[in-house]
């Protein structure tokens, strides 16, 4: 059974940080890609930021310098390490994977599987 599970999230002030986890089982990591994506209340889901296997990264500009995606693929976990939180962090983050390449970036109906996500609270 294909199961991703994100963790690590919870509240935090400002400018403060939070590493999120995202296991996978059920499903090779390898010749795949691995994303995050969040939403919050009111807007679209959109891309954070993604690793290819090969291990080449991609982030949203808004990310860029803030954020760091990595992987362990024998321990079957994606991370995502986040510095210098703003409140409009604040949103529902979910971990996906896509078969094959990420190119193109962060499409999300791109991804073939979801977590359930883990919730990023940031105040000021």
Same mark, same amino acid.
């Given at each position: 059974?294909?199961?991703?599970?994100?963790?690590?999230?919870?509240?935090?002030?400002?400018?403060?940080?939070?590493?999120?986890?995202?296991?996978?089982?059920?499903?090779?990591?390898?010749?795949?890609?691995?994303?995050? +994506?969040?939403?919050?209340?009111?807007?679209?889901?959109?891309?954070?930021?993604?690793?290819?296997?090969?291990? /080449?990264?991609?982030?949203?500009?808004?990310?860029?310098?803030? /954020?760091?995606?990595?992987?362990?693929?024998?321990?079957?976990?994606?991370?995502?390490?986040?510095?210098?939180?703003?409140?409009?962090?604040?949103?529902?983050?979910?971990?996906?994977?896509?078969?094959?390449?990420? +190119?193109? +970036?962060?499409?999300?109906?791109?991804?073939?599987?979801?977590?359930?996500?883990?919730?990023?609270?940031?105040?000021?």
């Amino acid at each position: 059974q294909v199961r991703l599970a994100e963790s690590g999230g919870g509240s935090v002030q400002a400018g403060g940080s939070l590493r999120l986890s995202c296991t996978i089982s059920g499903v090779s990591v390898n010749n795949a890609c691995m994303g995050w +994506f969040r939403q919050a209340p009111g807007k679209e889901r959109e891309g954070v930021a993604a690793i290819g296997s090969d291990g /080449f990264t991609n982030y949203a500009d808004s990310m860029q310098g803030r /954020f760091t995606i990595s992987q362990d693929t024998p321990k079957e976990t994606l991370y995502l390490q986040m510095n210098s939180l703003r409140p409009e962090d604040t949103a529902m983050y979910y971990c996906g994977l896509k078969r094959g390449s990420c +190119f193109p +970036f962060l499409k999300q109906n791109q991804y073939n599987y979801w977590g359930q996500g883990t919730q990023v609270t940031v105040s000021s």
